[in-house]
């Protein structure tokens, strides 16, 4: 139950902290608060793990977060507005104004997907989003449950495709400047995507539910942006590497991965795309029979003699 209290209270404070913020009346509260959630979150986290790579990509996360969430946009360019935003999670940061929106436009098109391509999806589904800084952080003492989030239905993750085609067909009129002419089409916009996606589903549900689905619920079956930058994770230089010879196939990392991925039933070479590089499988492993590489070549050719 304590669990459950201190979900619904982070909740709370979220959100309300994003009423005040739409509203005007103090705009950095969502950066401050949430800011303030994954310090404190990430603190405990940190303090629960012993690997170099999981710790430091803990302290990465808060240090990203920071900067794009206060410092940057607040400190120094005295904007306003996150900028750890991307289509097609956020479609509204397409129609910003001014230098912003081709910001958003670079960020979203060129920045991100060269990042993943170079590094994985870890790039951005591990440091830079911030749901994903909120599983990281907060999810963290809730990882193991992820597995439990398999008695939902696997037909779930369509929902993913869903979603993204609902963001291709707001996208394409916003930008051809009808959104604001149209105003059942702002009602659709503003039901759907940030009522119901926003503040039902990535927030309420996502947060409040992680003790019993796992960490990354929006990640697993909601989100467009996670299901473009899965499928280029795919082809990127990034993947989880198990040793076959050392690997004895006892699942224990497949217990902590908040993707509920079947790493020890999986390829040598991994390259689901689900993967969010969290480190943890690898920490965790009993053999020592894991690990991350950024060069794919290699690690095939590796994988290669260890069946030889
Ligand atoms: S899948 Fe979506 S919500 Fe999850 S970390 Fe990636 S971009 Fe963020
Ligand atoms: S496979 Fe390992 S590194 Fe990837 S998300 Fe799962 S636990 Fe994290």
């Not at 989100?223 to 040793?243: D, E, H, M, T, Y």
């Not at 943890?280 to 492993?285: A, F, G, R, T």
């Amino acid at each position: 139950m304590k669990d459950y209290a201190v979900l619904i209270a982070v909740f709370l404070l979220l959100f309300g902290s994003i009423q005040l913020e739409v509203s005007g009346i103090t705009p950095p509260s969502l950066g401050y608060v949430f800011g303030g959630v994954v310090i404190a979150a990430g603190f405990f986290a940190y303090r629960r793990h012993r690997s170099a790579y999981v710790r430091s990509m803990l302290g990465t996360v808060v240090g990203v977060q920071l900067l794009f969430q206060v410092v940057l946009p607040y400190w120094i360019f005295s904007q306003g507005t996150a900028l750890n935003l991307t289509w097609p999670h956020y479609p509204d940061v397409l129609w910003a104004t001014g230098y912003l929106a081709l910001y958003y436009f670079v960020l979203s098109f060129v920045v991100v997907p060269l990042l993943v391509l170079l590094f994985g999806r870890r790039a951005w589904c591990s440091f830079a989003c911030m749901l994903g800084a909120l599983a990281e952080t907060l999810g963290d003492r809730y990882r193991t449950r992820g597995t439990k989030a398999r008695a939902l239905p696997r037909g779930f993750v369509i929902l993913k495709w869903v979603t993204l085609a609902g963001t291709a067909a707001v996208t394409v009129p916003a930008l051809a400047g009808h959104i604001e002419e149209v105003g059942a089409f702002l009602w659709f916009y503003l039901i759907i995507f940030v009522f119901i996606l926003r503040a039902l589903l990535s927030l309420a549900v996502n947060i409040i539910c992680m003790p019993r689905l796992g960490t990354r619920i929006w990640c697993r079956y909601f989100c467009p942006q996670g299901l473009v930058l899965g499928l280029l994770s795919r082809i990127s230089r990034f993947a989880l590497i198990r040793n076959v010879d050392l690997c004895k196939n006892c699942g224990v990392c497949n217990q902590h991965c908040s993707m509920a991925l079947d790493i020890s039933g999986g390829p040598a070479v991994n390259r689901s795309g689900d993967c969010f590089g969290c480190g943890v499988c690898v920490e965790v492993c009993p053999r020592n029979a894991l690990s991350m590489t950024t060069d794919i070549a290699t690690a095939r050719k590796k994988a290669e003699t260890l069946r030889v």
